[in-house]
């Protein structure tokens, strides 16, 4: 719990919503192992990324948006997409660059958008995809369509012009934008030492006169309970709101980095806040989960998952001729 948190989180999970998320963490988790054990066997190019760490982040985050509601996920994030909807055989689809995957096998990662389920993924250039949701937010705004945007930003991307330009703009036009930094410590291999230094990144929605509120990211109730009151304020016509999660990222900033820069300490240390290990125990000190239930959600999980491969392998890659198509909008 961090100063600048809202009063008590008050709005405390049901078993059955806390299950849900649980399932989604841990899809989460699973996914990813298989995208790094995937791009290890040479069978995914480009890059591969893992929200290990911040997975109560992306799940309980994207948990408290409604269906017309737009999200712009970061390469953290897979969990929020998984919440929003997308499929599992989709996502991996796309992770292996596929001809029939969201993006048509035009790019991989999250690099995707989902016009339907109303997913925007993430543009690599930091920050740059945080003008676009507030453009959106706009949107939403000018139509009356009370629609809220939600997004992410990594600590190191929060210092980007775009960051501070969206604000600004979000501030006074009470956007409804919802701006989650997460702040797991490092950008590459810069520490947020070296970063900024003001105490908490939620320090700056001072200066743009909104809220600001740090989180602990690994806490599915806080980020839940916390989210869940930004996005009513933006509902409401309140405006934009801005979230510290505070995170870990226990892998490397991509597959290609073992992260050697990293002290060995710090990560022991976050090892004990695994968000899994958290909601697990919180499940079972509530009696909600079963050695049998955690079972059936493995076994359902990782044939979910295998599945989502075995289709991946066996579709084909995009022609090479359609590289020329669908680039401009019609
Ligand atoms: C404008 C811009 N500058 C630099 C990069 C190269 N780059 C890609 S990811 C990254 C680090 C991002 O760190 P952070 O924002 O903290 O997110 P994290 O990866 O830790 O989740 C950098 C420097 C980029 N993509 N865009
Ligand atoms: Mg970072």
């Excluded at 806080?222 to 930004?230: F, G």
Aim: glycine share 8%.
């Amino acid at each position: 719990m961090y100063a600048h948190h809202p009063d008590a989180v008050t709005d405390h999970l049901s078993d059955d919503k806390l299950l849900q998320l649980y399932y989604f963490m841990r899809l989460t988790r699973e996914f990813e192992e298989s995208i790094i054990t995937l791009y290890r066997q040479g069978k995914i190019v480009g890059g591969a990324f893992s929200g290990n760490g911040n997975e109560a982040t992306a799940v309980g985050s994207a948990f408290c948006l409604n269906k017309e509601d737009y999200l712009f996920p970061m390469h953290r994030d897979l969990g929020a997409h998984l919440v929003k909807g997308q499929t599992v055989r989709n996502l991996m689809l796309q992770h292996l660059g596929r001809g029939n995957s969201p993006a048509r096998g035009r790019d991989g990662t999250g690099h995707y958008a989902d016009a339907s389920l109303r997913i925007y993924g993430n543009i690599s250039h930091l920050a740059a995809m945080i003008p676009v949701a507030t453009g959106v937010a706009l949107a939403s705004k000018l139509r009356k369509e009370k629609s809220v945007v939600m997004t992410y930003i990594g600590d190191g991307g929060s210092n980007v012009g775009d960051f501070h330009e969206s604000l600004a703009m979000c501030s006074v036009m009470k956007l409804p934008l919802v701006l989650i930094v997460e702040n797991n410590q490092f950008a590459y291999s810069t520490p947020i030492a070296k970063q900024f230094i003001v105490e908490r990144i939620s320090d700056r929605a001072l200066g743009y006169g909104i809220p600001g509120f740090t989180i602990d990211g690994t806490d599915i109730d806080e980020v839940y309970a916390v989210c869940k009151q930004a996005v009513e304020r933006a509902r409401r016509g309140d405006g934009p709101t801005l979230i510290e999660s505070v995170t870990m990222r226990m892998h490397g900033h991509s597959v290609n980095d073992g992260a050697e820069y990293v002290p060995k300490k710090l990560l022991d240390d976050w090892k004990k806040k695994d968000p899994l290990l958290k909601i697990e125990k919180q499940l079972v000190d509530r009696k909600i989960l079963s050695q049998s239930i955690k079972s059936d959600y493995e076994r359902k999980i990782s044939a979910e998952i295998q599945e989502a491969i075995q289709v991946a392998i066996e579709s084909p890659y995009p022609p090479a001729e359609n590289a020329v198509t669908g680039v401009f909008a019609d």
